[in-house]
Protein backbone atom coordinates (compact mmCIF):
# COMPACT_ATOMS: atom_id res chain seq x y z
CA UNK A 1 0.00 0.00 0.00
CA UNK A 2 1.32 3.56 -1.06
CA UNK A 3 1.45 5.89 1.86
CA UNK A 4 2.75 9.34 2.37
CA UNK A 5 2.82 10.67 5.70
CA UNK A 6 3.27 14.08 6.76
CA UNK A 7 4.44 15.19 10.78
CA UNK A 8 5.79 18.43 12.03
CA UNK A 9 3.39 20.82 11.81
CA UNK A 10 2.48 22.95 14.76
CA UNK A 11 2.10 26.52 16.17
CA UNK A 12 4.74 28.84 16.19
CA UNK A 13 5.61 32.36 16.44
CA UNK A 14 6.51 34.60 13.34
CA UNK A 15 9.94 34.26 13.13
CA UNK A 16 10.43 30.58 14.36
CA UNK A 17 11.29 27.50 12.68
CA UNK A 18 9.18 23.81 11.96
CA UNK A 19 10.81 20.88 10.40
CA UNK A 20 8.00 18.82 8.36
CA UNK A 21 8.77 15.20 7.46
CA UNK A 22 6.96 13.05 4.58
CA UNK A 23 7.50 9.43 5.00
CA UNK A 24 7.30 7.57 2.25
CA UNK A 25 6.58 3.81 1.41
CA UNK A 26 4.99 1.50 -1.08
CA UNK A 27 6.74 2.48 -3.76
CA UNK A 28 9.83 2.81 -5.34
CA UNK A 29 11.26 5.98 -3.57
CA UNK A 30 14.29 6.96 -5.87
CA UNK A 31 12.31 6.74 -9.12
CA UNK A 32 10.22 9.98 -7.78
CA UNK A 33 10.09 13.87 -7.74
CA UNK A 34 8.57 15.00 -4.29
CA UNK A 35 6.59 17.95 -3.85
CA UNK A 36 5.51 19.62 -0.82
CA UNK A 37 2.35 21.60 -0.94
CA UNK A 38 0.15 24.08 0.96
CA UNK A 39 -3.38 25.45 1.31
CA UNK A 40 -3.97 28.12 3.29
CA UNK A 41 -7.12 29.82 4.57
CA UNK A 42 -9.23 30.36 1.50
CA UNK A 43 -6.64 30.11 -0.67
CA UNK A 44 -5.96 27.87 -3.39
CA UNK A 45 -3.34 24.73 -2.89
CA UNK A 46 0.43 26.24 -4.10
CA UNK A 47 2.96 24.47 -4.92
CA UNK A 48 6.18 25.22 -2.37
CA UNK A 49 9.23 23.12 -3.45
CA UNK A 50 9.86 20.16 -5.07
CA UNK A 51 13.09 17.36 -4.79
CA UNK A 52 13.95 14.58 -7.22
CA UNK A 53 15.29 11.48 -5.36
CA UNK A 54 17.00 10.27 -9.12
CA UNK A 55 18.95 13.66 -10.21
CA UNK A 56 18.32 15.86 -7.02
CA UNK A 57 16.79 19.01 -8.99
CA UNK A 58 15.34 21.21 -6.68
CA UNK A 59 12.33 23.69 -6.96
CA UNK A 60 11.31 26.41 -4.19
CA UNK A 61 8.67 28.79 -4.98
CA UNK A 62 9.35 32.61 -4.50
CA UNK A 63 7.70 33.37 -1.57
CA UNK A 64 9.85 30.81 0.32
CA UNK A 65 13.13 31.13 -1.11
CA UNK A 66 15.87 31.82 1.27
CA UNK A 67 13.60 30.73 4.22
CA UNK A 68 12.39 27.29 3.16
CA UNK A 69 14.95 24.04 2.49
CA UNK A 70 14.35 21.18 1.06
CA UNK A 71 16.31 17.66 1.54
CA UNK A 72 15.95 14.03 0.99
CA UNK A 73 17.28 10.93 3.11
CA UNK A 74 16.74 8.21 0.62
CA UNK A 75 17.97 5.47 3.35
CA UNK A 76 14.97 6.17 5.22
CA UNK A 77 12.72 7.20 2.36
CA UNK A 78 11.55 10.55 3.95
CA UNK A 79 12.06 14.12 2.72
CA UNK A 80 12.31 17.31 4.65
CA UNK A 81 11.14 20.36 4.39
CA UNK A 82 13.44 22.92 6.89
CA UNK A 83 10.99 25.93 7.43
CA UNK A 84 12.67 29.21 8.42
CA UNK A 85 11.82 32.44 9.40
CA UNK A 86 8.22 31.60 9.30
CA UNK A 87 5.86 34.55 8.86
CA UNK A 88 1.68 34.64 9.72
CA UNK A 89 1.12 33.92 5.60
CA UNK A 90 2.76 30.59 5.65
CA UNK A 91 -0.17 29.14 8.14
CA UNK A 92 -1.76 26.75 5.77
CA UNK A 93 -2.21 22.39 5.68
CA UNK A 94 0.89 21.48 4.39
CA UNK A 95 0.90 18.18 2.28
CA UNK A 96 3.62 16.11 0.24
CA UNK A 97 3.01 14.70 -2.88
CA UNK A 98 5.03 12.16 -5.09
CA UNK A 99 5.11 12.36 -9.23
CA UNK A 100 7.12 9.37 -11.11
CA UNK A 101 10.58 9.75 -12.64
CA UNK A 102 10.93 11.67 -15.83
CA UNK A 103 7.30 13.48 -14.67
CA UNK A 104 9.05 14.75 -11.82
CA UNK A 105 11.87 16.27 -13.74
CA UNK A 106 9.40 17.72 -16.05
CA UNK A 107 7.71 19.73 -13.05
CA UNK A 108 10.67 20.84 -12.06
CA UNK A 109 11.36 22.38 -15.07
CA UNK A 110 7.49 23.68 -16.25
CA UNK A 111 7.85 25.11 -12.54
CA UNK A 112 11.30 26.80 -12.39
CA UNK A 113 10.70 28.54 -15.58
CA UNK A 114 7.05 29.58 -15.35
CA UNK A 115 7.76 29.97 -11.59
CA UNK A 116 4.65 28.31 -10.17
CA UNK A 117 4.73 24.07 -9.00
CA UNK A 118 1.56 22.66 -10.56
CA UNK A 119 -0.67 20.54 -8.46
CA UNK A 120 -1.60 18.77 -11.54
CA UNK A 121 -0.94 15.00 -12.26
CA UNK A 122 0.80 13.89 -9.26
CA UNK A 123 0.69 10.02 -8.51
CA UNK A 124 0.60 10.17 -4.83
CA UNK A 125 -0.91 12.56 -2.33
CA UNK A 126 -0.59 12.50 1.90
CA UNK A 127 -3.75 13.74 3.76
CA UNK A 128 -1.40 16.73 5.32
CA UNK A 129 -0.11 18.38 8.14
CA UNK A 130 -1.53 21.99 9.76
CA UNK A 131 1.47 25.12 10.40
CA UNK A 132 0.03 27.91 12.63
CA UNK A 133 2.14 31.19 12.49
CA UNK A 134 1.10 33.46 14.75
CA UNK A 135 2.09 37.25 14.82
Known amino acids: EVQLAESGGGSVQAGGSLRLSCAAS????????IGWFRQGPGKEREGVSC????????YYADSVKDRFTISSDNAKNTVYLQMDILKPEDTAVYYC????????????????????????????WGNGTLVNVSV
Open 97 to 124: AAIKDYLGSAAITIATSMGKLSDYGWDY
Open 26 to 33: GFTFDDYA
Open 51 to 58: IHNSNGRI
